[in-house]
């Protein structure tokens, strides 16, 4: 299969509406398609090498979920299309990972944008495009890459065990939405720790000189999942008030639940970007606050060398008449007046608290 690969930035421009260019940065994966095929009684597995191979499932009578890995592959993309007749902009949808969350409607189907989020090896945001496809017995999801949140709704189609395989292809759609969406319960958790790490860094007597940098780099992730989660809920509150003949009473309910899910994602969300707000200005209050102690250490110091930088002014002119000046013990006595001021200002700055 071809590879019709474009940086974000362009896109799409100069194109035609419709046109499937994929845009995210995993054009090396391997086209993998995998096929669960399923009723109350028996279900099938495959994987498939070529995408016309998933074409007979269309008409069957028993719910299909059909996994494509690798929108990249645009070529294959169209041809699901076709074969399936989907509408040309949902195929570009399908490769323009810059789309947001989105729930479309269509006359037989419906179409679904999420987005799947997880922290790769090194502890980096990853977002990865998914988008679903629900049909009358089928539900067709297509993933940049391989690998996912689904392998609890694979051995439930497996072992029979849940709902999934007594009901329809909305119950399946509702299943694969409501894995992704417990995944990101995972993702705030993380989130949750970092922030922790960065409060226990923040309140060290010597924070780390880059905790700035980190403060800038949580709030920037914070950003960007608000912004791949935030959509959906409108996607789910949708779909759960659609009269969709696909979108049956039963499932209704669980969508209300999913919802639900959406709405505390999005809390917490809310809640840990505030306390990222607020460790960068409590990190300003710090060094703020420190400056200060250095400014009134300066200060004392200042004040109390000051009177004695006047006596030694006064004393070190080069006047012929200062009558102290053929005092026998003048000099011990400026010296002894010089310490008396001293101790007299620590006296006097210990005593209103100033030291």
Known sequence: MANNTVSPANK???????????????????????????????????????????????DTEPVTWINVNGINHTEAIEKIGDHYELHPLILEDIANTQQRPKIDEYEGYLFVVLKMLYFNKEGELEIEHISFVLGPNYVISFQEADGDVFDAIRNRIRTGKGRVRTMGSDYLLYALMDAVVDNYFNLIEAMGEKIEELEDDLFEEKPNDDITYDIQSQKREILKIRRAVFPLREVVNRIEKSDHPLITDKTQFYLRDLYDHIIQVSESIDIYREMIWGLMDMYMTTISNKMNEVMKVLTIIASIFIPLTFLAGIYGMNFEYIPELKYKHGYFVLWGLMIVIFFGLLYYFKRKKWL
């Open 12 to 58: 799409q421009s100069g194109l035609v509406p419709g046109t499937v260019v994929y845009t995210g940065n995993k054009s090396s994966g391997d086209l993998f398609i995998e096929v669960f095929d399923y009723d109350k009684d028996s279900f099938e597995e495959k994987e498939l090498n070529k995408i016309e191979e998933a074409f007979s499932y269309a």
